[in-house]
């Protein structure tokens, strides 16, 4: 039996855009709290479109739940001065542990700024703030859309790696055999990180499907093709989509993944439920029960 602790786990936001939807990320986030989880992160549009929802998001995390956050930075279409402004708010909000990402351009928008890598915005938070920030950057194991070859994209996590950066999130994917090839390449390349999967739960055919033709995420055939034969019958869709990730899930722990990071879409029940297949369970060692160590177990 192998177990995943609490603080092996972590949980992404989006900043909301209503009031609607910070009402429904604060219930989220509380819910999720409750798994003890090692961090929150909270998401950074392209461009820095989100710039201000992020900064409030984080605020409102840390405030609600006492759960760490670690806020995304993305460095393409910005400039320097706009980036050690946000490092230095972050630091007075007494954040630890960022995400460092290159981006994505807005649209319409034709120059990519003074930054074209996100290895470059690593070694400007190690220039400007030492060690006081935990860097995780991203991993792809089916490869970046815009690398050139398998061999191309390792060198660059390794560029972010030698930059300074403390460890890696994964965009998500469903075949786990992508993973453990990539860590392959990834360890004979000098590349020492943890490197840890990226996982989305499947509650929605069409928005998955449109989130990984934008992202370049393989959705298996079968996987698809069993997905399409469901049509409108969304209780067949979660069902099928939990079987399918918690499978994951499990391969992946048993396989010798570090932890689980959650892309929740700011929704808490698909997330609980794979947790709770996963058999996420308290132990209070502490008399009073106030010390509670949670682990999942995998069979």
């Excluded at 710039?51 to 995390?61: A, F, K, Q």
Aim: glycine share 8%; hydrophobic share 40%; charged share 20%.
């Amino acid at each position: 039996m192998q177990f995943l602790t609490s603080n092996m786990i972590s949980f992404e936001f989006f900043p909301p855009k209503t009031v609607e939807g910070s009402t429904q990320l604060n219930e989220t986030a509380l819910a999720l709290a409750k798994c003890q989880p090692q961090f929150f992160s909270v998401t950074f549009g392209a461009g820095g479109s989100t710039r201000d929802g992020t900064l409030e998001t984080v605020s409102m995390l840390k405030n609600n739940t006492q759960i760490a956050v670690a806020p995304h930075l993305a460095c393409i279409g910005t400039n320097k001065e706009n980036i050690v402004d946000m490092l230095e708010r972050y630091k007075a909000l007494n954040l630890k542990r960022l995400v460092a990402l290159r981006g994505d351009l807005p649209s319409g928008m034709g120059q990519a700024g003074e930054f074209k890598y996100a290895s470059e915005l690593v070694k400007l938070i190690r220039d400007c703030t030492g060690d006081h920030f935990r860097i995780d950057v991203a991993a792809y194991p089916e490869i970046h859309p815009q690398a050139r070859s398998v061999h191309d994209d390792v060198l660059n996590l390794k560029r972010k790696y030698e930059a300074g950066a403390n460890g890696a999130i994964t965009q998500y994917f469903f075949n786990p055999d992508a993973y453990f090839y990539y860590i392959d390449d990834c360890q004979k390349t000098g590349i020492s990180i943890p490197i840890v999967p990226g996982i989305m739960p499947i509650s929605q055919f069409s928005r998955l499907a449109r989130f990984s033709d934008m992202c370049g995420a393989e959705i298996p055939r079968w996987i698809r093709k069993r997905l399409e034969s469901y049509g409108d019958d969304m209780n067949s869709i979660k069902q099928f989509g939990l079987e399918v990730v918690h499978q994951l899930c499990e391969r992946l722990i048993k396989g010798g993944a570090p932890g689980l990071h959650f892309y929740t879409l700011n929704k808490a029940e698909a997330v609980k439920d794979l947790i709770d297949m996963l058999g996420l369970t308290v132990a209070t060692s502490s008399r009073d029960g106030s010390a509670a160590d949670f682990k999942v177990h995998i069979n």
